[in-house]
Structure formats: structure tokens, C-alpha cells
């Protein structure tokens, strides 16, 4: 890694928290996740099903128990489930003191319900209960994928008092319902009485993958005016996701709440590494800059950012004329936006899924090995 980390400063001057998407027990026994607190300016973790099957199982850090497990004839559902909550756990210890200094706004580490579960409802606000229980840190997000089944989840996993990252966002009308699911959850907490301390939420809405899908269908329309639009899509669907969420905290419905101590879900920019070699390594960190906002990063991101970021300060709202311009040229030429998006929905819940069923692939080999 480089050490020169001055770009990494002026976005978190520019009130962007830095986050690292990627969570192992590597990181956490090398010191490796420590550096990147104190160092790097990260300032929280986000995970997914897809960095656990990474991480456990090319990793011989979990040896040890996952042979208690076999011992103990724990199936792959319990034992994933106690590896991922030891090192949610043990990550949150390490970012207790980044929670303090923030009121517990930052130093959060996420840790998702089953994606098995992104359809059910009832399945997500149980299971999110308990990882909340099991992991048992104040500072730690369950993570609830945006689905139509996962919006009334999250509304009463809030009133429950279980903090949340709302993932797989990627159209601004259903940004629109997680906002209105989150303040539902903390009016019906103030409605039974109780308090809104310590509470907090993040809305991930996600960003290359929405280049990746609009570029190809631009590619497959073929007109000169189709093509110039590539790369351009991302960027301007969440400068207009971050005007929805002015918006919102512009209006008397939220300024009750947050007279009443309520936290704002900030925006947080997901999948923002570049998909597409021909791209700036940087644009969806450089781009995407306004206060009260979060940027998770994968490290070649973090470094990269590091190495060469160009962060100038507000990158959004100087551009919300340009990103409506940009949409509409691209609904325009005949790209259907809404079905993208609801494409791109899918196939992350599906994405998901099967990394999770990778993982308990991987681990149900290796207790049967350790038998």
C-alpha cells in the first residue's frame, strides 16, 4: 500500500466516511484492519455474502473451528454463522472507539441476514433479531437487501431498535420507500415510547453495477448517440438519489424526527469499483463526493484513491441539472431504466445467494474432512 493518504483525508474533510467493503479474519489478526482505521482514515466495514465465501474459504485462519464444529456435528448453517459473527464481532471492538468519537454514526460493521431470505419478510425480521443478539455490539448494522419484502422488514427491525444497512438499492423510487421505510421504524418507535439513541442506518445504493447494465443495453442499441453515454449512467442516477435524500431531510417529517434525536440514514455508495478497465479507477469515489455521505471501497479502491484520487470537494450538487439531462438522453435513445433496474435487483439477490451457497458448500466439505 501507499502511504501517502492525503486524497483519503480531503474526502473525509469533504464529509464523505471512508468504509473498506471487505472483512476477514486476516485483516483482523495481522493488524492489518487496525492500519486502515488509524492510517487510512476507514471508519467503518461493510461485508456480503460474497466477502465471507472469500474470505473463509481460502483462508486457513478458520481451520481450528470449523474442526470444533465437526466435533461438535454442527451442519454449515451453524458454523458460518459462528465464523461470520466472530469477526463481525471482533472488527466491531476494533472500530468501538471510531463509534465513540462519532456517536455512533460511523464505526459500524454490517453483517447480512440470510440472502436465502430476501424474499421473506417474517424470515428477515427474525433472523435480523438475532444476529443483533448474537453479535451483540452497538455499533454493527444487519443488513436488509431492498427488496419489496425487505422494506416492511426493515420498518420493524428500526422499531425494534436493531440498527440497519438497507443494500442492493438501485433505482432512485426505491431509494425513495427504504427513506420512508426507515422514518415508518422510528415513528413507531416513538409511538411506544421508547428512544431513538444509538439508532442509525445507511442506504447502499450501488453504483458500477448500474454502469455495467445500462452500457451493455447502450451497446446493443449501436447508434453514435447511444455509445457517447456510456459511463454515464451511474454517476447521474445517484447524484439524483443523493437530491431525493435532501429531499427528505428537508422536510417536516424528518425534521420531527430528528428533533426527537433520530440519525439520518446517510447514502452510501456501494460497488464502487470500476467494472470496465477502460474507466478511471477513481470515478465513482471522485464523482460521487457530498457531506453526509459514505463510500465503501474495496482495497484496490481505497489504494487507488490513495495513489491518484482528485477529490476537489462537492462533486453532487454542483451537477444535478447535468445528471437529469443525463437520464433522460439515456431514456431517449431507448434504454428502458426501470427494467434495468429491477434486472439488476434480481440478479444481486441471486448473486448473493449463491455465494452463500458456495460458502456453505465449501464448509460442509471441510467438516466433513475434519471428521
Do not use: C
Not at 483482523?28 to 461485508?47: C, D, F, S
Amino acid at each position: 500500500m501507499t502511504t501517502d493518504t492525503t486524497p483519503l483525508s480531503r474526502l473525509s474533510d469533504a464529509g464523505v466516511a471512508v468504509w473498506l467493503d471487505d472483512l476477514s479474519r486476516d485483516r483482523i489478526t495481522t493488524g492489518n484492519l487496525r492500519n486502515l482505521i488509524e492510517a487510512w482514515h476507514v471508519v467503518g466495514v461493510t461485508t456480503n455474502p460474497s466477502i465471507f465465501q472469500a474470505a473463509i474459504s481460502k483462508s486457513s485462519l478458520y481451520d481450528d473451528d470449523l474442526r470444533r464444529h465437526a466435533g461438535q456435528g454442527s451442519d454449515a448453517d451453524a458454523a458460518v454463522r459462528d465464523l461470520t459473527t466472530d469477526d463481525v464481532r471482533a472488527a466491531a471492538d476494533l472500530f468501538a472507539p471510531v463509534a465513540e468519537r462519532s456517536d455512533n454514526g460511523d464505526g459500524r460493521v454490517s453483517i447480512e441476514v440470510d440472502p436465502r431470505l430476501a424474499h421473506d419478510t417474517q424470515g428477515t425480521i427474525d433472523q435480523a433479531r438475532e444476529l443483533w443478539t448474537e453479535v451483540d455490539r452497538p455499533n454493527i448494522f444487519i443488513k436488509i437487501p431492498a427488496t419489496k419484502a425487505g422494506l416492511p422488514a426493515i420498518t420493524a427491525v428500526i422499531a425494534a431498535g436493531i440498527s440497519v444497512n438497507v443494500t442492493l438499492i438501485f433505482s432512485i423510487e426505491r431509494y425513495r420507500e427504504v427513506m420512508d421505510a426507515y422514518q415508518a421504524g422510528l415513528e413507531q418507535r416513538l409511538a411506544a415510547g421508547e428512544s431513538l439513541d444509538g439508532i442509525a442506518s445507511v442506504a447502499s445504493f450501488f453504483v458500477s453495477r448500474v454502469d455495467s447494465e445500462i452500457d451493455k443495453r447502450l451497446e446493443t442499441i449501436g447508434s453514435d448517440e447511444a455509445l457517447a453515454l456510456r459511463g454515464r449512467a451511474a454517476v447521474a442516477n445517484a447524484r439524483l438519489a443523493y437530491a431525493a435524500y435532501e429531499d427528505v431531510i428537508a422536510a417536516d417529517r424528518w425534521k420531527r424526527l430528528e428533533a426527537a434525536g433520530a440519525q439520518r440514514q446517510r447514502p452510501l455508495w456501494a460497488s464502487t469499483s470500476t467494472k470496465n478497465p477502460e474507466y478511471r479507477d477513481t470515478m465513482y469515489v471522485e464523482d460521487l463526493v457530498a457531506p453526509d455521505t459514505v463510500n465503501t471501497m474495496p482495497e484496490s479502491t481505497l489504494e487507488a484513491t490513495a495513489d491518484h484520487g482528485e477529490i476537489t470537494g462537492d462533486t453532487i450538487r454542483p451537477n444535478r441539472e447535468n445528471a437529469w439531462e443525463t437520464l433522460a438522453a439515456i431514456k431517449s435513445v431507448g434504454v428502458d431504466l426501470d427494467d434495468a433496474t429491477q434486472v439488476l435487483e434480481d440478479e444481486g439477490v441471486e448473486k448473493f445467494e449463491a455465494s452463500w451457497n458456495d460458502l456453505l458448500d465449501s464448509v460442509t466439505a471441510k467438516l466433513e474432512a475434519a471428521k
